[in-house]
DNA sequence: GCCGTTTTCGGCCCGACTGTTTTCAGTCG
């Protein structure tokens, strides 16, 4: 059973609740449940086999009665006869911005409406003029039109991209903006792009860029625009007194908001993006900087990547939070493709590379022979190959190439070069490329006899997931976790944006578990090997300190770590 | 529906913007 999937169910179940009306805190507590168990690092499978369900935060006996009958049965009862009330059109009709449940819902009971389409034909046919107005039903029939060409989310690098596009062109105009929202979270994807303004003739500004095709909604405090690309881009407008509570709000996430107000009440406050007031007479307590507001708070400063509520909060309240791994702390990258195999650049400026970023070591893990697709090596290939690193040591020393490898899982889980060939690497790291087809029983099965081999330094992105593409694997990474404990095997933070595997949550549960990770670029040219970068935000988002990531060691406590 | 070093009942974050609103509901972040 995936975590997922019940937190799929309550979410949906939250979504319906809406649609019919129900008392909004009921529609926030399903939510919420729905969070906690999407970030369970514990099967939840295994949390009802041991009756503990209602020990779950936000759960209670209602929610954890839904969830034993799910498990029992495959089904919810209470979701069933929800999804009979409210028509799957009214659930599609809250896809269009400005459409909400209580709109959707009556689109579909009152007015017949039965899908996006139709919507659109009602307005054009006049048929809903008594219930929109002209406004609305402009709006509406341009929202239908974009949302076809609407962009999911999009991952952190594009997002960056383009907020810093966003930057140089009000920079241009005068006007320094900040951005927040996700991306100052570091989120491996990002929805819209949310900026800082201190000057109100930014609105202005940026209704003239040239990439703005649209202003969704614009008043003296805070405007939204959607750009060309279809990114919406929500700008709010500060003081400078009030930065720090403007920052703190607009970074979020929501849920960390949220909960943060709720310590300001119960301290006698009220927080809000303008700062933090004395509840009674309203005296402003803190608002320039959001250390000034977490220190009013009687907090530690918490790092956006944190800001999740996944327990920072309370974690600051005692005092306990992490001390986080800086970024650029690494001191080598230890797995990275060239020409030998699918790489796009030589072993040597790969080096070079490597050496200007800082480092003191790289291992270089060209994939092994049965990655036919991506060129594979054979042994007497790697033999070629270790000469060349032997020549390049030479000349580069005290920077050193490690001789590694990135070795192909076959299908029945053992490796694809021999155990005594292994011994001749510096690093093994292991992968699976293909035979993605057998059950997540199978692929665990396949996994942990792969890690029983002689020598095996650490996993290469164990879940296979692409964002946006394909989800990962359903393997059971808890047992995956324990086998690594068991036999001193690291996991890897793969960088490249589009995997990020694993994720923040499976790093967290690793590195508590006392499993070291390793944080690699998976680069395949030199330009890559800066991706390292959003590997770090996953380590800082899985609240892992640098004694948790092996390459922040020096080339001399490695060796001895991978001895 | 959940939750409690003030509570097992009565709360549940807070505010901006829009429409056709003359006091507020709906939507959004």
Redesign the pocket.
């Known amino acids: 059973m995936k975590n997922s999937e019940i937190a799929d169910l309550l979410d949906r179940t939250a979504l319906l609740l ?1 649609a019919v ?1 129900e ?1 909004r ?2 529609i ?3 939510r ?2 729905a969070k906690n168990v999407r970030n369970l690092s514990e099967d939840i499978e295994d949390v009802w086999n041991t009756g503990g369900l ?1 020990q ?9 009665k ?1 969830i034993d009958e799910y498990i029992r049965t495959g089904k919810i009862t ?1 979701l069933q006869k929800l999804e009979n009330q409210v028509p799957q059109a009214a659930i599609d009709l ?1 896809a ?9 819902f009556k689109l579909t009971k009152e007015h017949g409406i039965q899908n996006i389409d139709s919507l659109r034909e009602a307005i054009q046919n006049g048929s809903l003029d008594d219930f ?5 039903r402009k ?1 509406i029939i341009s929202e239908i039109e974009m949302i076809k060409s609407t962009s999911k989310r999009m991952l952190l690098p594009q997002a960056e991209e383009i907020a810093g596009s966003i930057v140089e062109y009000l920079k241009a105009g005068g006007i320094h903006i900040i951005i927040a ?1 996700s991306i100052r979270r570091c989120k491996a994807t990002v ?2 792009i ?1 900026a800082i303004a201190l000057d109100e003739n930014a609105v202005e500004l940026l209704s003239k860029f040239p990439h703005t095709s649209k ?10 625009f959607i750009l060309d690309n279809g990114v ?1 881009v ?1 700008v709010r ?1 500060s003081e400078k007194d009030e930065l720090g509570a403007t920052l703190l ?2 970074t ?1 996430s ?1 849920d960390h ?2 909960a943060l ?2 310590i ?3 301290k ?1 406050y ?5 700062g933090l007031f004395d ?1 009674s007479s309203g005296k402003l307590i803190a608002s320039g900087s959001e250390e000034g507001i977490y220190k009013a708070l009687g907090m530690q400063y918490i790092e956006p990547e944190l800001r999740e509520d996944r327990g920072e909060i309370q974690a600051a309240l005692q005092g306990r939070l992490p001390n986080l791994l800086r970024k650029g702390s690494l001191k080598g990258d230890l797995q990275m493709h060239t020409l030998w195999s699918d790489g796009l650049s030589t072993i040597e400026q790969m080096a070079r590379e490597a050496k200007l970023l800082g480092y003191e070591y790289i291992a270089i893990t060209d994939h092994s022979k049965s990655a036919r697709l991506a060129n594979g090596l054979n042994e007497d290939r790697f033999l070629r190959q270790w000469k060349e690193i032997d020549a390049l040591n030479e000349k580069m020393s005290p920077f050193t190439i490690l001789k590694g490898v990135e070795v192909e899982i076959k299908g029945d889980g053992s490796l694809d070069l021999e155990a005594d060939f292994l011994n001749s690497f510096d690093v093994v790291g292991i992968s699976m490329h293909q035979g993605y087809n057998q059950s997540p029983e199978k692929l665990t099965q396949r996994m942990i006899k792969a890690m029983g081999s002689k020598r095996v330094h650490y996993l290469c992105h164990p879940t296979n997931r692409l964002i946006g593409i394909r989800g990962g694997h359903e393997i059971n990474m808890e047992r995956i976790i324990q086998e690594a404990k068991d036999r001193g095997i690291m996991i890897e933070i793969n960088s490249q944006p589009n995997r990020l595997d694993i994720d923040e949550v499976w790093a967290r549960k690793a590195a508590e578990e006392g499993v070291d990770l390793v944080i690699n670029s998976d680069a395949h040219s030199t330009e890559e090997l800066t991706y390292v970068r959003y590997g770090e935000n996953v380590a800082r988002r899985a609240w892992l300190e640098s004694k948790n990531v092996i390459n922040t060691l020096s080339l001399n406590q490695l060796l001895r770590r991978l001895s």
């Open positions: 809406e009306g008392n805190f009921k926030v507590a399903f919420r449940a209602e779950l935060p936000g759960i209670g006996k209602g929610i954890a839904k209470y809250m269009i911005p400005g459409i909400g449940p209580r709109t959707a929109f107005g002209p406004t609305i709006k929202g929805g819209d949310d202003v969704l909604s614009r008043g003296t405090k805070k405007a939204s919406q929500d407008i709000y607009f979020g929501k908001s949220i107000r709720n300001a009440i119960s006698g009220k927080l809000n993006e303008y509840e």
